[in-house]
């Protein structure tokens, strides 16, 4: 856990100089024999933090660390746990079954499960060399609202996420899309099934959200610039 995670996270600041101590300690046992170690283990400190008992030094395993840095945050491990649970069924899911897999998330309703699979969702739209691992457009179709729900996050990551995904549709089924916004039109208007009709109303109705992200500085500006080239082309 390097010290960004440590920054953002509230009250880890204790644990993170108990860490940063126990590394510097596991250190310093390197340069002692074990025969000095129990006449030295009362007065070693580092950086502030003393070690009165020599068995603590002594049993400073990782797991134990793992403990410290939980103590005292139990609705955060909570919280990952949970996460964790939802990941692993998600990725029992993506073996067996993409539909079934979209159709968890969508009914899970949780953003940030769904931010971390979503890059593999979105490889699953831009490889279009098997179609049996593909994602249907039909699925992507049952994304949409998730996707708007991710495009007006307050979090970038969530943001972006949603952005690239939007851009992948998009380049996927060009063909498709720019013959629904051909109506009136024979015989393109006639072939275009439900399925593009429904996803180029679906996208539409985000341009004015990434009109607005496109004008935001950074890689979000930057990326919502790129779909929103792409939808005036449309």
Not at 46 to 56: A, D, F, R, Y
Not at 115 to 132: H, N
Not at 136 to 165: H, Q, V, W
Request: hydrophobic letters at 40%; proline letters at 2%.
């Amino acid at each position: 856990m390097d010290d960004n995670c440590f920054s953002k996270v509230s009250g880890l600041g204790p644990v993170k100089k108990v860490v940063r101590a126990s590394s510097e300690v596991k250190i310093s046992f390197r340069r002692h024999s074990q025969e000095d170690l129990n006449a030295q283990a009362s007065c070693i400190i580092s950086k502030g933090v003393t070690v009165v008992k020599s068995q603590s030094l002594c049993s400073l395993q990782p797991q134990n660390e793992a403990h410290e840095i939980a103590k005292g945050h139990g609705t955060m491990v909570n919280v990952l746990q949970t996460r964790l649970l939802r990941l692993r069924a998600a990725q029992t899911l993506w073996h067996k079954d993409t539909n079934a897999l979209i159709e968890y998330l969508l009914r899970l309703k949780d953003d940030s499960v769904l931010v971390d699979i979503m890059p593999f969702l979105t490889s699953r739209v831009r490889d279009v060399s098997s179609e049996a691992q593909g994602l249907s457009m039909g699925a992507c179709l049952e994304m949409l609202p998730a996707l708007e729900r991710l495009l007006t996050s307050k979090f970038e990551d969530y943001i972006i996420a949603g952005l690239n995904m939007t851009r992948e549709m998009i380049k996927r089924w060009w063909m498709q899309l720019k013959a629904a916004t051909n109506k009136g039109v024979e015989p393109e208007w006639q072939r275009c099934s439900r399925s593009v009709s429904g996803l180029y109303m679906a996208i539409v109705s985000l341009s004015a959200i990434i009109i607005k992200l496109s004008k935001r500085k950074g890689r979000v500006g930057e990326k919502a610039l790129v779909v929103t080239r792409l939808l005036d082309l449309l």
